[in-house]
């Protein structure tokens, strides 16, 4: 559960730039998990679909899970199809609506934010206690239409590092 929150939490960050005029953006992406202690990160790869009416983040391998946001609520989905609402999560979603939304106001509570050597990059620091528990900075990548990539930087040394793919041509995956 934790983790998966904290897997949408960084996409979530990234959510505003992701979504273009018209409310779709679908892609693949693969997340990096870089556990302190450990030589190999664990890697998964899978898809995401953002609508107007929500999230569908879906890992293909290494073992197939599904997570959906809608209507302000976090699902799982298990192997049946069943979804099972993920209780807890709505201060997440309250604060993932501030960054779908860009509302600039909101974030400034939760975030202070900083230039990163690279320009194409925005470092965020939170600000509120809850997320300083957890994590110590988010680097957000991307270029003028689509986030590339998104950093987190967990307090215990821990670093996820997800990639971003868009289709070229814009037809759906």
Partial sequence: MRNSLLMLLCFMMAWPLMADQVGLKQGT????????????????EG??????????????????????????????????GEAQLQKGAEPYVALLQAIIKHDKAALALQFNTREHADNDCQLLLPNDEMLQQIFSQFTVCADEKNVNSVR??????????????????????
Avoid: A, C, M
């Fill in 29 to 44: 992406f693969s997340q990096e998990k870089h556990f302190k202690g450990f030589t190999k990160p664990f890697i998964s």
């Fill in 47 to 80: 898809l995401f679909k953002l609508t107007e009416q929500g999230l569908i983040w879906q890992v293909e391998s290494p073992i197939k899970s599904k997570l959906v946001i809608k209507q302000g609520q976090v699902y799982t989905y298990n192997e049946r």
């Fill in 152 to 173: 987190l930087q967990e307090i215990n040394g821990n670093v996820t590092l997800l990639r971003f793919s868009y289709p070229q041509d814009g037809s759906p995956q």
